[in-house]
């Protein structure tokens, strides 16, 4: 097996396990608040990051001289986590799924005021054609489902920014440095929280937090490792294989079939988001030095 094959692979595992903890916790939600969902994910998920820290580089790999960008960026993914799993309980799964592929959307257009890129027009032009897409999914219904998709959409831009802040200071500060911070401070934030929404979990909702957790720690993971053995341009496309696990997972928990215009504007979107990751392919290979 070649490893760029290998590392597509890892990353549909790790897409699955992102699905299934997506799943777990719009589960969890019809019980639960986001907060504890937020709380039980992350309490499980900080020692396994720190465990696999610790084996991949030693407890330096957790040593940092920006705490103040760490507590930022913790604070945007704790928007981020509430966002997504208060709009997966308004909302059908592989419609969230959707409108949360609108991040790589943001990124393109936030990345000139926020890092001083030039933004070109091709990716600018993809951008604009995704939102159409968003725009597709999002059309007008019913009120609540109006308030989940704006949330969504909230979840996107947090997203968005947590990746636009790793691009600035991902040469900086180490990667296991980087997870573990963004997920201790949800932790500390919703155990902050919890008193005031605190449910005593019942009987199998115990392992659903577990799960949640796991499931977590475990996409995190073979998504990383996926980057070690593809390219990124050839194994980030496969993020989008979480449309059909939503799909797939919607329909047989839940009884949701979506519309045909989900999948229009979820098309929309993914074309727009390969496009915009096949120009920085093209820009990152023009840029690499030749070797004559």
């Given at each position: 097996m070649s490893s760029s094959l290998l590392g597509i692979?890892?990353?549909?595992?790790?897409?699955?396990?992102?699905?299934?903890?997506?799943?777990?916790?719009k589960?969890?939600?019809?019980t639960y608040d986001p907060i504890q969902i937020i709380f039980f994910?992350?309490?499980?998920?900080?020692?396994?990051?720190?465990?696999?820290?610790?084996?991949?580089?030693?407890?330096?790999?957790?040593?940092?001289r920006r705490p103040g960008v760490h507590l930022l960026?913790?604070?945007?993914?704790?928007?981020?986590m509430f966002c997504f799993v208060t709009g997966l309980t308004l909302l059908p799964l592989a419609e969230t799924?959707?409108?949360?592929?609108?991040?790589?959307?943001?990124?393109?257009?936030l990345s000139g005021p926020l890092l001083h890129e030039r933004v070109e027009r091709l990716p600018a032009l993809a951008s604009l054609v995704g939102f159409l897409g968003v725009l597709i999914v999002v059309r007008p219904g019913a009120a609540g489902a109006q308030w989940g998709a704006l949330i969504v959409i909230g979840a996107a831009i947090c997203y968005a920014l947590m990746m636009i802040t790793a691009r600035r200071y991902g040469g900086k500060e180490r990667l296991w440095a980087m997870v573990f911070y963004a997920t201790l401070v949800p932790l500390v934030v919703s155990a902050l929280l919890l008193p005031s929404v605190w449910r005593t979990p019942q009987g199998i909702h115990w392992l659903g937090f577990i799960c949640s957790g796991v499931l977590g720690m475990g996409a995190v993971s073979f998504i990383t490792l996926a980057f070690r053995y593809a390219p990124a341009a050839l194994a980030a496309p496969f993020d989008y294989t979480a449309m059909v696990w939503a799909v797939l997972l919607g329909w047989w928990l839940w009884g949701e079939v979506p519309d045909v215009w989900v999948f229009v504007g979820a098309g929309v979107i993914i074309a727009s988001g390969l496009a915009i990751a096949l120009h920085e392919r093209r820009v990152a290979i023009k840029a690499r030095p030749s070797s004559t």
């Amino acid at each position: 097996m070649s490893s760029s094959l290998l590392g597509i692979l890892i990353m549909c595992a790790g897409v699955l396990c992102l699905a299934l903890g997506d799943a777990v916790s719009k589960w969890l939600g019809g019980t639960y608040d986001p907060i504890q969902i937020i709380f039980f994910r992350t309490l499980v998920s900080l020692p396994l990051i720190a465990l696999l820290a610790r084996w991949r580089g030693g407890w330096a790999a957790l040593r940092t001289r920006r705490p103040g960008v760490h507590l930022l960026r913790g604070l945007i993914f704790t928007g981020t986590m509430f966002c997504f799993v208060t709009g997966l309980t308004l909302l059908p799964l592989a419609e969230t799924t959707a409108i949360a592929f609108a991040a790589p959307l943001f990124v393109t257009l936030l990345s000139g005021p926020l890092l001083h890129e030039r933004v070109e027009r091709l990716p600018a032009l993809a951008s604009l054609v995704g939102f159409l897409g968003v725009l597709i999914v999002v059309r007008p219904g019913a009120a609540g489902a109006q308030w989940g998709a704006l949330i969504v959409i909230g979840a996107a831009i947090c997203y968005a920014l947590m990746m636009i802040t790793a691009r600035r200071y991902g040469g900086k500060e180490r990667l296991w440095a980087m997870v573990f911070y963004a997920t201790l401070v949800p932790l500390v934030v919703s155990a902050l929280l919890l008193p005031s929404v605190w449910r005593t979990p019942q009987g199998i909702h115990w392992l659903g937090f577990i799960c949640s957790g796991v499931l977590g720690m475990g996409a995190v993971s073979f998504i990383t490792l996926a980057f070690r053995y593809a390219p990124a341009a050839l194994a980030a496309p496969f993020d989008y294989t979480a449309m059909v696990w939503a799909v797939l997972l919607g329909w047989w928990l839940w009884g949701e079939v979506p519309d045909v215009w989900v999948f229009v504007g979820a098309g929309v979107i993914i074309a727009s988001g390969l496009a915009i990751a096949l120009h920085e392919r093209r820009v990152a290979i023009k840029a690499r030095p030749s070797s004559t």
